[in-house]
T-cell receptor, first 115, second 111 residues
């Protein structure tokens, strides 16, 4: 298994541009999520999905869209990039719940800079 | 205040024990986690503890949970230079799959 993969690893955008950060997992995990990591702060949840066709907002959803057409893929779209979206973005996935235990597997991250 | 708080930095000498502390505010937290992040990498799950436990040991790692004080600690025995990383504490609240993370503690191991 490749685990959780993210592309690209690095991206530079100009203000107002749009782009999609890709996330894929080959572990048949039902739960997927996107976090952003900013200096001096923990990871903050942007959006999450509990299964194909189902998405919901996290703590900081503004400026981002997601979709979940397949179990494997969970892309994050920036419609009109802003400098405040400069961050490192992590995708994570979790297997079907086993009781209350639930471990999340993280991708390597995408470092995004918006000029 | 923040849901999960950690000190920002810890420096230890190789071979010593490291203790990284975390406090959380939500008494309904079910699971508490420790993740490790090496430079330029994603987060790697180190260990977790269920809220009805007070201690969990896994090789060099010992997790202590004081539920009354909402305090969690991670002890790394015989700390090595390869343990240098940022360590994140995270909680999972009842009924939620998402995790709430602390801001991370940077552990520096001096040779």
């Amino acid at each position: 298994n490749a685990g959780v993969t993210q592309t690209p690893k690095f991206q530079v955008l100009k203000t107002g541009q749009s782009m999609t950060l890709q996330c894929a997992q080959d572990m048949n995990h039902e739960y997927m999520s996107w976090y952003r990591q900013d200096p001096g702060m923990g990871l903050r949840l942007i959006h999450y999905s509990v299964g194909a066709g189902i998405t919901d907002q996290g703590e900081v959803p503004n400026g981002y869209n997601v979709s979940r057409s397949t179990t494997e893929d969970f892309p994050l779209r920036l419609l009109s990039a802003a400098p405040s979206q400069t961050s490192v973005y992590f995708c994570a996935s979790s297997p079907p719940q086993q009781g209350l235990r639930d471990t999340q597997y993280f991708g390597p991250g995408t470092r995004l800079t918006v000029l | 205040g923040e849901d999960v708080e950690q000190s920002l930095f810890l420096s230890v000498r190789e071979g010593d024990s490291s203790v990284i502390n975390c406090t959380y505010t939500d008494s309904s937290s079910t699971y508490l986690y420790w993740y490790k992040q090496e430079p330029g990498a994603g987060l790697q799950l180190l260990t977790y503890i269920f809220s009805n436990m007070d201690m969990k040991q896994d090789q060099r790692l010992t997790v202590l949970l004081n539920k009354k004080d909402k305090h969690l600690s991670l002890r790394i025995a015989d700390t090595q230079t390869g343990d240098s990383a940022i360590y994140f504490c995270a909680e999972r609240k009842t009924g939620r799959r998402a995790l709430t993370f602390g801001s991370g503690t940077r552990l520096q191991v001096q040779p």
